[in-house]
């Protein structure tokens, strides 16, 4: 998930120049988008969607000791891998479209999603310290620049997502 990739960059780069890209079908909803110059892989969906719409499971393939960019945060000390594993081309956007509910364990739309649509989710939603930190280049007028985990989020910010309960438990007692 260290695809960092903006919607606006991709959708730009399909319109202009399909050639660049080779896409695999990988569900009912969604396919992978590669960069075929840079190797950046990137989700999109192949169906609409509208805010709070399911759009799957999550299930969990495996614990791991070690979070790593794989990873994805449930719970104080738990971190899990994917499944299915396309989802981990969800990449970060500071202006998500969809939500990693941690507790009901689903994928949920927060905004529209059109046809060609990269997914994207907050990874502070369900990050508190992120292993490897990055630059983000989402290309929001929102970007918060510099991509840590939940534990580096200011209180105004914080208030602007949505967040996974053992997220905002932690922000209460940082
Ligand atoms: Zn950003």
């Known amino acids: 998930m260290t695809n960092i990739q903006t919607e606006s ?25 590669e960069n075929k110059e840079t190797s950046a892989k990137s989700l999109h969906s192949t169906r609409k969607f509208f805010p709070e719409d399911i759009i799957t499971e999550i299930k969990i393939t495996k614990y791991v000791d070690k979070p790593s960019y794989l990873s994805v945060q449930i719970d104080e000390a738990k971190h899990i891998m994917l499944k299915p594993e396309y989802l981990q081309y969800i990449n970060h956007s500071c202006d998500p ?10 994928v949920v739309c927060l905004k529209s999603i059109e046809i060609g649509d990269a997914m994207t989710f907050f990874y502070p939603s369900t990050e508190w310290s992120m292993t490897q930190p990055f630059d983000c280049l989402c290309g929001s007028t929102k970007c918060l620049d510099k991509i840590q985990g939940a534990a580096y989020l200011s209180t105004d910010i914080s208030k602007l997502y949505q967040l996974n309960e053992h997220i905002t438990n932690k922000i209460k007692t940082h």
Do not use: C, G
């Not at 960059?9 to 988008?33: C, G, H, P």
């Not at 479209?97 to 941690?102: A, E, G, L, Q």
């Open 9 to 33: 960059t991709n959708l730009f780069t399909v319109s202009s120049d399909q050639q660049k890209l080779r896409k695999y079908n990988v569900s009912s909803f969604a396919e992978i988008w």
């Open 97 to 106: 479209n969809v939500f990693f509910d941690t507790k009901n364990m689903q």
